[in-house]
């Protein structure tokens, strides 16, 4: 699997055997499918220190001051590697270059950024996530940026179900058989994992105000409640999905290369 085979290329037998450093990964899809999550468990599942990078804290008032901070922060990164790099909705960070009254200075430390990220020859794994691709500069998506880049999807049924245990194994790991795990999976399409998670503990507050044990209705009950980004945000998820199919992107789903890494939630 693509990230499990890239586990050991920091190693001294990976630089024997002539491996170049991984340089990172370009997670996108819509909020609360797990892309945030993905860093974290790449972090832990090869076992390297984790880094969240802040864009907006790079920018400073006085003139370069944002551009010593860019520096610093990669001076930061290189010097703790090998290590991961989180940088979490970096659409965000860099939207709108050419249109933002700044002199300049996002353009500067976005240049700064983005050749590091071309050059650089350190040990540090970049895992960027992005939740509007239309809103990542062009220069972002070149091949060279990074080594991948995934799409995240809505999971399926039978990965809605994976959430709900896992979720559950942890709230009711005694009670878990109680649960209708195929019934709650089949009646919570659209839901991301993070939705899921919010209707399991809106279930709970349902049975702790009622001095009892939460249930499977109460959890469609607390799912019946939530209208999922799915719905409201059909638009961009089309988008995002015929961008992908395009070829733009690789699929991470339970059948691709993440999955094996990928916690299924949140």
């Known amino acids: 699997d693509w990230l499990l085979r890239r586990g050991g290329a920091f190693t001294e037998q990976a630089r ?26 790449i972090a832990n599942h090869w076992h390297l220190p984790l880094l969240r ?45 050419s249109s933002k009254g700044d002199a300049g200075t996002t353009s500067r430390v976005f240049g700064t950024f983005i050749s590091w990220l071309a050059e650089k020859k350190s040990p540090v794994f970049v895992v960027a996530t992005a939740n509007n691709i239309q809103a990542l500069p062009p220069e972002m998506l070149r091949k060279g940026r990074f080594d991948e880049i995934f799409f995240v999807g809505l999971p399926n049924q039978e990965e809605r179900r994976a959430i709900f245990d896992l979720h559950l194994s942890r709230l009711r790991p005694h009670n878990l058989k ?34 009892r044990d939460f249930t ?51």
Not at 20 to 29: A, D
Request: charged share 20%; with cysteine; proline share 4%.
């Open 216 to 266: 499977t209705d109460d959890i469609l009950e607390a799912a019946s409640q939530i209208i999922p980004l799915a719905r409201t945000a059909q638009e961009q998820i089309q988008f995002l999905q015929d961008w992908a199919a395009a070829g733009k992107a690789r699929m991470a789903s339970r059948n691709s290369p993440l999955t094996t890494i990928r916690y299924p939630s949140g």
């Open 53 to 97: 990078l802040d864009v907006g804290r790079l920018f400073g008032g006085l003139v370069g001051e944002s551009e010593s901070r860019t520096r610093q922060m990669i001076q930061l990164a290189e010097a703790l590697a090998p290590c991961i790099l989180w940088i979490d909705e970096i659409d965000k960070a860099f939207s709108g270059l």
């Open 178 to 211: 109680s649960y209708a795990l195929d019934r709650l999976a089949y009646e919570t399409p659209d839901f991301s994992g993070a939705e899921i998670e919010q209707t399991l503990i809106e279930a709970m507050h349902i049975g702790f105000s009622q001095n």
């Open 16 to 41: 024997q055997y002539g491996l170049p450093h991984p340089r990172g990964l370009l997670l996108v899809g819509i909020q609360g499918t797990g892309k945030s999550l993905t860093a974290k468990a």
